[in-house]
């Protein structure tokens, strides 16, 4: 969704730089981090039918100063630079903020995944890592699934870097569990956010039980944010996607449609627009599909407690702002969704070692390193006596700038 302000890029840009100020940063290393490292800009011819169609593929290396630079790979008609550069950096922050030795990288190509077959798909995804080899790899940059993509897509990647570079299935995340994934991966960016919902209405001295959720998304997030929101007792009262939204005040049976591809064959009390669903009245909202949802058109009719950034960039800089006034509790996409990458980690690892963790760690160690991250950001917001969002580029600035001067002042 395009909304008209800031570029996504400005948009986080001005968080590092309100963050580099608290923190007394010279304008110098502020610039630094506000700019990318490589942005690598490639076609993709596409045979299709008797023509050729020719797409744009993006990666977007922001930073390795804590590590190898980590980010998803997006399919979506909407991918541009801006947007690739923008998510590139909120991974360098989001990284740094759960202290996982990485740096932020981004992907993508504009092509709509919906109307893509398997085989163009395998195509796109084998000449993206053909025309990018040189500079990935599993110390230099690790793609994993994003929108439009997935753990299929990640086995093809695999794949073709194998046929080029040799065995190395450390080289990218998000793979199926059969062939070097790990267990546990595929649902931990759902997991982390579901987590922190319940630790925010703990905080906040709501009962998680009987608390009522609204999602927009029903892929790999918001379908298993609501998965294990359920579990942990709250109650889904609207989720939707693409095709439309459902509602059942007396909460959705998610465990009883979580197989179903798509939302618009499922039987429902009531039915709603894809973006209705953010306006629902419910204790917390989850955006989990696109960025910019939430807007200076719809802020003032959010209708929520609490929000659950599932999404990246799901609200814009002046709607948080306007939500924030209103006393909502917004919990930034840099915290909210890090369950994925965190999730990435123990899967790469893994790789490495050549060991493998049954699901039980896995969701022990993702647990528990949510919560430190969690706590941590609630400690420095009361410290500097800002919202969770500048308190969690606080920390992730103040890791990425110590790396970043510590390797040196020749650069
Ligand atoms: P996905 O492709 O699996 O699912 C996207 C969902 O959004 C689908 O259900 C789709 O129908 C829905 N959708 C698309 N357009 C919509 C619209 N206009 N209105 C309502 N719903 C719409 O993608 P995903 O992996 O679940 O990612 C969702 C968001 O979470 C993205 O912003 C992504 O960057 C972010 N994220 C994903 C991960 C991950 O591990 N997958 C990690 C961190 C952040």
């Known amino acids: 969704m395009t909304h008209s302000g800031p570029s996504a890029f400005a948009e986080v840009n001005e968080k590092v730089a309100q963050a580099g100020e608290i923190l007394g940063l010279k304008s110098g290393v502020i610039n ?22 020719v797409l744009t593929g993006y990666r977007v290396q922001h930073s390795s100063a804590r590590g190898p630079r980590k980010g998803g790979i997006r399919f979506h008609q909407d991918v541009d630079l801006d947007e690739v550069r923008a998510l590139a950096s909120l991974m360098t922050w989001k990284t740094a903020l759960i202290d996982v030795p990485f740096g932020g990288a981004k992907g ?29 790899g599993h110390h230099r940059d690790i793609p994993a699934p994003d929108m439009g993509t997935d753990a299929r897509t990640m086995a093809w990647l695999m794949d073709e870097y194998h046929r080029l570079e040799g065995f190395q299935p ?13 267990p546990g991966r595929e649902e931990a960016t759902g997991r ?55 509602v059942d005040k007396k909460g959705i049976d998610i465990a009883s449609i979580f197989m179903h591809k798509s939302l618009e064959n499922v039987e429902a009390d009531e039915r709603i627009g894809s973006a209705e669903v953010l306006e629902i009245e419910c204790d917390i909202l989850i955006p989990a599909a ?13 209708n929520a407690r609490f929000i659950i950034e599932g999404a990246n960039q799901p609200i814009t800089i002046s709607a948080d702002r306007e939500l924030r006034a209103q006393g909502v509790v917004i919990v930034p996409d840099i915290l909210a969704n890090s369950g994925g990458v965190m999730g990435s980690y123990f899967e790469w690892t893994q790789n490495i070692q050549e060991f493998s963790w049954p699901i039980e760690k896995f969701r022990r160690e993702l647990d528990t390193r ?40 020749l650069v």
């Not at 450390?170 to 790990?182: D, H, I, N, Q, R």
């Not at 922190?196 to 959720?213: E, N």
């Open 370 to 409: 949510m919560e430190a991250a969690f706590v941590n950001v609630h400690k420095v917001s009361r410290k500097y006596s800002v919202d969770l969002r500048t308190a969690a580029f606080v920390v992730s600035v103040g890791r990425v700038s110590e790396a970043f001067e510590l390797r040196g002042s």
């Open 108 to 136: 993508g190509v504009a092509v709509d995944a919906s109307k893509l077959s398997p085989i163009e798909k395998e195509e796109i995804i084998r000449r993206w890592t053909r025309s990018l080899v040189h500079v990935l």
């Open 32 to 53: 630094a981090l506000s700019s990318c490292e490589r942005e690598v800009v490639i076609s993709i011819p596409l045979r299709r039918g008797d023509d050729v169609e």
């Open 290 to 302: 696109l960025g910019s949802v939430i807007n200076d058109k719809n802020a003032s009719l959010i």
């Open 170 to 182: 450390a080289c990218v995340t998000g793979k199926p569990v059969e062939l070097f994934g790990a």
């Open 192 to 246: 982390g956010v579901a987590l922190i919902a319940a630790a925010t209405l703990k905080q906040h001295d709501v009962k998680a039980k009987g608390a009522t959720v609204a999602i927009q998304g029903f892929g790999n997030v918001g379908r298993y944010a609501a998965l294990v929101c359920q579990e942990l007792g709250m109650k889904v009262i609207a989720i939707s996607d693409v095709s439309g939204g459902i």
